[in-house]
């Protein structure tokens, strides 16, 4: 029943927090950039939510960004706050999520294993 109830959580946190990064947060070293909210691992205690982030750009933009959303951690929670109704509402620390990147990596070796077995 906890998994059930951690599982909604962290989907509620997840919709929330991909709205107000798009839609309410003014910071113009963000503008212009997709910010993609992967995933929130929220602790069972309600004390922590770790926020996977994923932005189409280089590994430097996404360092600027996880910095960036990270000094606007007090904001973003904040807003969430009025979006997402929870006894306590978790800090949140924000991380660069790079599934996709090794995801598409290994598919590229999988595909290159293919080429030299059917050569």
């Known amino acids: ?13 997840q919709k929330a927090i991909a709205d107000v990064i798009n ?8 503008d212009g950039l997709i ?10 205690d309600l004390s922590l939510a770790k926020v996977g982030v994923s932005v189409l750009s280089t590994d430097e933009t996404e360092r600027l960004v996880v910095r960036e ?4 951690k007090s904001f973003i929670r904040h807003e969430v706050m009025h979006m997402v109704r929870l006894k306590t509402m ?11 990147e090794k995801s598409q990596h290994i ?6 294993l293919k080429e030299t077995k059917d050569e």
């Open 90 to 100: 978790p800090e949140l620390e924000f991380y660069v999520d790079n599934s996709y």
């Open 35 to 44: 910010i993609s909210v992967i995933y929130v691992d929220t602790a069972a």
């Open 23 to 30: 839609n309410r947060l003014n910071n113009p070293n963000l």
């Open 69 to 72: 959303l990270n000094k606007a």
């Open 107 to 112: 598919m590229k070796l999988i595909d290159n």
């Open 1 to 13: 029943m906890a998994n059930i109830r951690m599982s909604r959580i962290n989907g509620e946190l």
